[in-house]
């Protein structure tokens, strides 16, 4: 029977925490607007009543779905399209976010907690109504995006909901036809690509990172709306900071993720829905800066009131191009288009149009300090850091629109036809090479600019340790890594010297106040990412370059970039400097430590079970024996490969994965062999075709005699030994029969394989059962038995044996990267706390040197 | 007063170079034929062309050749124009290149041999494809 009643029960919370979500708006800018403090504040009560409500509803939604997915009730759309029986729980946590729903609802759930800690921790400061009043609203927005209502009248859709049985969504299925109350009986599962745990913590924290950009521009918004044009920064700079930590954090798991799971060859590939990411951290990150400017010295509000708000209008327009299906041909995975376009449009405008238009009225009354710039002073460098990170973002945001501009194009009936540029990493390369030089550059020199106001001479002082040792490492490591590209030479550099003048700085810190380190921290960490991605991208080097001298084609030049290498099933075949050695398939057994090989584990109708053919052990453990019923991943196909360095002699042994999938083909991702300068990337690029797809050859017929060689498709092959058998698998031997087992020996390149065809005598009746083996591609069959002549006459049928095409790139340095990363983070994270002390307790403490605004201001920004 | 001024027309020279750049370097959709001109006039830039697979009268998908050591392949693509052109590709065959709806190829001509430096392909979507049983 259909459970239809969760899903109304879901459908309701939803629509009911639109309206909640409404009813808190109104109630909030009702009371930001009420004069009169007893009003505003019963106003404010009521609204917080209807927040809370709306959360309550929210915590109501997310529950309602994950019954439907928990309980495997496939009648609706959600779990028949995103789960399946066999998944484990903790990736039906993923399942919420693979539909376009669900990632919309993790966005919700977000800001319902973010609303939370708000209203608890601004209770007594006056900022809880107006900040309120906006997040109120996105949710409004946001919810709406779920609804899954049709407004009666003009018959518009809003929103798509979760809670669709299928009969709804497929109504064109005849089953549904015959039978209304189907239910089908597994769901068609859980993208294989998202089956990693990188996949469950990844989006969440991504979306977490969307919601708190809101957390400034709520406080910016507010700030403008009650005049009150310096106060918000105060509050919103710690959100900032944690915001900028964690959309970074989840841009880089994401990065690594891509890294581990997919087979596009790094961590980074200019994909548009990566950009949409990048785009708007960067003019976080810029408005960072510029509002600690204005903590300093009072200048750069409006630039910190245009970066913030510009922001949050860039998480809205990186939805946009995600989710509107606007991107088509220029991403390879954005997300399947739910008609939401017209939607995702209006909030869009909505809040990028109320916001100038605010502003724009309160323009005339926001402070500006008309003080002369200096090139000596601090805040001077740091804008200049915060007009650089617009910059770099800029120049992602212009090519990544292309689709956007045909689009407007042919809304006014023009034809347009461009196309993002054909070779991305290269293009957005040359570009944000020169701009990370110059981040360094500034990173590294906008330290020293500290305490006190500069002038040359001091700054020479200052330069001149870190300088001599900045040229000495760099010099070093320019030798030691062979750089000769000379704007690599000049990031190295730039590099060296940021992580050498912030560590200066930070050892100055480490022994007074720590909480002020972050900017250092963050900073070494910067220049760490960029050391890492220079050696890792910019040196990285494919080691499966094609030595066969096999020319694809002969009339053309174009056989160039033949980067793959195909490996035959035991053959040893040199690449770069090692020796490799495809040994076969394995699968990954439930409670076993190490891989099975395939070939002594026999299919059955079930795909996650199999027989085992031989006992297995490993390291004197027994784990099977052979007739068990063995539990497997049977999505999963590993491929051993043994590497052997050709100098040192050393081994190791690596198992890129394989996934055959029928919606997306093959499915690859790489083994990686990590070494602490290094990682050697391998994956397989093709794999022969299914053992049921593949083609046989004509059974030839051969008369061997006992210890005679033959060759069997290629191989060398002996009849060693026949022998009388008591026991058949799957015939069952009675009185009378006679079976008799061959045992023909193949030598299969450095590994020996054992074929064993029965021959069955029962009432002058003959049966053969023939004995395959899939990695040789051959099936031998004894035909019959020959005893006048003393010899066997063999059918040999034979296919193309087991084989992978391997890629392999080799990534120097690529753990810098991820340790510049978790140091930007923790400086990330320092910061933030620092700044949050400052907002809460405001007088306990003494003020530093660093953070004294009310100090003259002698020569200030006010570019 | 001039430091700012500076550095404001350095930001906006920056920009305009970026914007400039970029309608340099973007590609274009363009059908075999134009792409074929194209090269003609020595213009090596990479093109995306957008077409499908040639297929036979029962729909089959025919001139999908692996090379033998599987390490490239060519096929036969149809653009929008019903030009047909054999591409050729050094890579290994895309698993799922037989069942693409639309192909999607990036490359040029190189000495009347259209090379195809990436290939994207589009599948139907599971929601089409999925029957339920």
Known sequence: ??????????????????????????????????????????????????????????????????????????????????????????????CFWEGQEGSFLLWIFWHVILGFVLIRTNRQSGWEAPVMAVFALVQAFL??????????GIELKVGSSPFLLLRDVMTDAPVFAMNPDFQPEDGTGLNPLLQNYWMVIHPPTLFLGFATTLVPFAFCIAGIWRRKYESWIKPALPWAIFSAAVLGLGIMMGAYWAYETLNFGGYWNWDPVENAVYIPWLVLVASIHTLIIFKNNGTALKTSIV?????????????????????????????????????????????????????????????????????????????????VLCLMSFQVLVPTSIPVYNAIVEAFGGVSNVAPPADQIEFYTKFQLWFAIAIALLSGTGQFFFWRKMDPEKLKNELSIPLI??????????????????????LLTVSIYSIIANGKILLRFGKTNFQLAGGSISHIGIAMIFLGILFSAGYSKVVSVNESGLLIFKDDPANENLENTL???????????????????????????????????????????????????????????????????????????????????????????????????????????????KDLYTHVSAIPPEAEEKEWSEMEEMDVKMGEQFFANDYVA??????????????????????????????????????QPIYLIRDRMVGRVPDTSQELGLRLTLLNILPEQNSFVLGVETTQKEYIVLKAIEKPFINVLWIGTLLLMFGFGVATYRRYQDYHKPAGRKETVQSRPQKPKNKPVSV | MKLKYIIALIVIAVAVTVIISTAGDASSYVTFQEAHTLAERGKAAKIHVVGQLKKDEQGEVIGVEPSEDKLSVSFVMVDQNNQEQQVYYNEPMPADLLRSEQVVVIGSYRNEHFVADEVLLKCPSKYQEQEIS
């Open chain 1, 307 to 387: 970066l913030v708000i510009t922001t949050f209008v860039l998480i809205l327009y990186s939805t946009f191009l995600t989710r509107s299906g606007i991107l088509g041909n220029a991403s390879v995975h954005s997300f399947t288009d739910l008609g939401l376009s017209g939607q995702l449009l209006i909030y869009l405008l909505f809040f990028t149009v109320a916001a100038i238009v605010l502003s724009a009225i309160r323009w005339k009354e926001i402070p500006t300090s008309e003080k002369e710039a200096s090139a000596y002073s601090r805040e001077f460098w740091i804008f200049i850091g915060a007009t």
């Open chain 1, 143 to 152: 919810a709406s995006m779920i609804l899954g209502t049709v407004i009666p």
């Open chain 1, 718 to 755: 002996q009849l060693t030994q026949i022998e009388r058998v008591d026991a058949v698998e799957g015939v069952e031997l009675q009185e009378g029969d006679l079976a008799v087992k061959a045992h023909i020996q193949v030598m299969g390149g450095d590994t020996e394989y054992l074929l």
């Open chain 1, 469 to 490: 040792l900045t040229l000495i490492i760099s010099a070093i490591a320019i030798l030691a890594g062979q750089v000769t590209n000379p704007v690599y030479i000049l």
């Open chain 1, 567 to 677: 490996l035959w099933i035991n053959e040893p075949r040199k690449m770069g400097e090692y020796e490799l050695i495809y040994k076969g398939q394995r699968v990954d057994a439930r409670d076993v430590p190490v891989y099975v090989d395939k070939k002594i584990l026999r299919p059955t109708e079930t795909p996650f079970l199999v027989v085992a053919t031989e006992d297995f052990a490993y390291e004197g453990t027994s784990y099977f024996a052979k007739g068990d019923t063995v539990q497997i991943h049977p999505e999963n196909t590993y491929h051993e490969i043994q590497y052997t360095n050709r100098e040192t002699g050393k081994q190791f042994t690596l198992y890129p994965r394989s996934q055959v999938n029928p919606n997306m083909g093959l499915i690859a991702s790489p083994d990686i062999r990590r070494t602490a300068f």
């Open chain 1, 1 to 94: 029977m259909i459970n239809t009643l969760i899903g109304n029960l879901g459908h309701f919370f939803v629509i009911s925490s639109f309206v909640a979500s409404l009813v808190a708006a109104y109630a909030y800018i009702t009371s930001t607007l009420q004069t009169d403090t007893v009003k505003a504040q019963s106003w404010r009560n009521f609204a917080r009543t209807a927040f809370y409500v709306h959360g309550g509803l929210v915590f109501g939604v997310v529950a309602s779905l994950f019954f439907i997915i928990y309980n495997h009730l496939f009648e609706y759309h959600y779990a028949w399209s995103h789960s399946s029986l066999s998944l484990p729980v903790y990736y039906m946590i993923s």
